[in-house]
C-alpha cells in the first residue's frame, strides 16, 4: 500500500507541476490583467484549466489501482508449462 501511495503521490505531483507549466502563460495573463479576482476567475479560460487539472487527477487516481490490480491479477497466475 506504501508504495502505491508514493506511487499516486509523485504522479499527482507531476501532473500537478506539467498542467502549471503549460498554463503559465494564462498565468501571465492574469496576472496582467487588471480586473478583480472574482471576475477573473470566473471566466472561461481559468475554469477551462482547473477542471482540465482537477479531471486529469482523477484519472490518474483512478487509473493507477485499476492497473495494479491488472497486473497483480496477470503476474500471480500459475504458468502453463511450455516444455510440452
Known amino acids: ?20 507549466g503549460a498554463s503559465f502563460p494564462l498565468l501571465i495573463l492574469l496576472y496582467a490583467n487588471n480586473q478583480p479576482g472574482a471576475i477573473t476567475l470566473s471566466g472561461e479560460g481559468v475554469m477551462t484549466e482547473i477542471m ?11 487509473s493507477v489501482p485499476i492497473t495494479t490490480f491488472l497486473a497483480s491479477y496477470i503476474f500471480s497466475r500459475p504458468q502453463k508449462d511450455k516444455t510440452k
Open 1 to 20: 500500500m506504501r508504495v502505491g501511495r508514493d506511487h499516486i503521490n509523485a504522479i499527482i505531483n507531476t501532473l500537478f507541476l506539467a498542467y502549471t
Open 52 to 62: 482540465r487539472a482537477m479531471l486529469g487527477s482523477m484519472g490518474v487516481v483512478a
